[in-house]
């Protein structure tokens, strides 16, 4: 019989929410900028597919992303991007985070 169980990547994401500080968060834009090969994301959507601890999609709308979704498969993941989002931009109306 072939085993299904998932590993719980949330779990390591809502620990590493305690690490993020303004030097990762920082660091997160820079990376995503350079992937993206432009450092303003202004009019833009960004979707965060698999979004673990929402480090990204925090990073995308401090570029200023004008709607940025985030979902997870994990619902621990989920919270570690909900909590990410109440601690670094809690007014952020146009950031959804959902499990799926």
Do not use: H
């Not at 590993?7 to 303004?22: D, L, M």
């Not at 960004?46 to 979902?71: H, K, P, Q």
């Amino acid at each position: 019989m072939e085993n299904t169980a998932r590993f719980a990547f949330g779990e390591n994401w809502k620990a590493y929410v305690s690490c993020i500080n303004e030097d990762r968060i920082l660091s997160a834009e820079r990376s995503l900028a350079d992937m993206l090969g432009q450092n303003a994301l202004a009019g833009k959507s960004f979707v965060d597919i698999g979004c673990g601890s929402g480090l990204f999609s925090l990073a995308a709308i401090r570029l200023g992303a004008s709607r940025v979704v985030s979902f997870d498969f994990d619902g621990g993941s989920v919270a570690a991007a909900l909590e990410v989002k109440a601690r670094f931009s809690p007014g952020a109306a146009d950031w959804t985070i959902s499990q799926g």
